[in-house]
């Protein structure tokens, strides 16, 4: 296992880890898997896992360090930690929206907020729309915020009237 980043999230799945990481390996630029770790006889009383069925993946998406652990149904994945993607245009926003809402996922809030088929919640966010936000022009700000609660998935078109009114 690579310990290149200090800090690493790890994403709890009940067994579909591996699953998962290699479809957001796939999605993601600049991304892999870097380790497979099984779990043994040892601990079983405690881990009550399978010997030789996947416990932990490490995987990149680009270039962040993340670990998926099956660790059973104890704990769900929820909207309380979301993973944040940048993106630079709408068709980029297209893609990854559809990509991750495609078998089984969909909208979960406003403002870009999604969940994925395995229960992570992503927030498909145009750069242009966080400089909006962020920038000095509070009434700017204001006006793209009004015009993004009303939205599930961003189209920055309407963003970009909203501001301009």
């Not at 009550?48 to 360090?65: C, H, I, K, Y």
Request: hydrophobic share 40%; with cysteine; proline share 3%.
């Amino acid at each position: 296992m690579d310990f290149a980043s200090k800090i690493t999230p790890c994403l709890w799945f009940d067994t579909q880890g591996e699953e998962a990481a290699r479809f957001y390996v796939g999605l993601f630029p600049d991304s892999r898997i870097v380790d497979i770790g099984r779990y043994t006889e040892d601990g079983h009383e405690q881990h009550g896992q399978r010997a030789g069925s996947v416990m932990t993946v490490a995987f990149e998406l680009a270039g962040q360090g993340f670990l998926a652990l099956n660790g059973g149904p104890r704990f769900q994945l929820s909207e309380a930690m979301s993973l944040i993607v940048y993106c630079e245009d709408q068709a980029e926003v297209d893609r990854y929206w559809n990509a991750l809402a495609e078998g089984g996922g969909g909208q979960s809030q406003a403002c870009g907020w999604l969940k994925d088929r395995y229960g992570l919640s992503w927030q498909i966010t145009p750069k242009s729309v966080v400089e909006w936000l962020a920038g000095p022009d509070r009434i700017k700000a204001g006006k793209a915020m009004r015009a993004l609660m009303q939205m599930v998935k961003i189209d920055i078109a309407t963003v970009e009237r909203a501001v301009a009114a």
